[in-house]
Nanobody, 125 residues
Framework: QVQLVESGGGLVQPGGSLRLSCTTS????????AAWFRQAPGNEREAVAG????????YYADSVKGRFTISRDSAKNTVHLQMNSLKSEDTAVYYC??????????????????WGRGTHVTVSS
């Protein structure tokens, strides 16, 4: 059974950093892509960062470019999201997602087959 479990969320002051982790298990032949999404209260779920496992390509939403970094530790079956220079508008529940097949629109939620339950990130002084 495939499972994605996020961790690393919490309360941080503006300008601070957090590192989220997504531990994956149950994949018999890996996954094609992984991504982080977030959803703030009253808002739709939005893509934050994506990663293609075949070539290591990474993609970012304009709102986080230069501040967030997505990476993968294949030995530990983990995908990370390093978040620096956090702003109050980054406050949201962050979700990890994986896709088993070719992803054409990495920012689209429908491209992903499996989702974690999310981890809360609150940026506040």
């Amino acid at each position: 059974q495939v499972q994605l479990v996020e961790s690393g969320g919490g309360l941080v002051q503006p300008g601070g950093s957090l590192r989220l982790s997504c531990t994956t298990s149950g994949f018999t032949s890996g996954y094609y892509a992984a991504a982080w999404f977030r959803q703030a209260p009253g808002n739709e779920r939005e893509a934050v960062a994506g990663l293609y496992t075949a070539n290591g390509g990474t993609y970012y939403a304009d709102s986080v470019k230069g501040r967030f970094t997505i990476s993968r530790d294949s030995a530990k079956n983990t995908v990370h999201l390093q978040m620096n220079s956090l702003k109050s508008e980054d406050t949201a529940v962050y979700y990890c997602a994986t896709a088993l097949t070719l992803v054409r629109e990495w920012m689209a939620t429908y491209e992903y087959d499996y989702w974690g339950r999310g981890t809360h990130v609150t940026v506040s002084s």
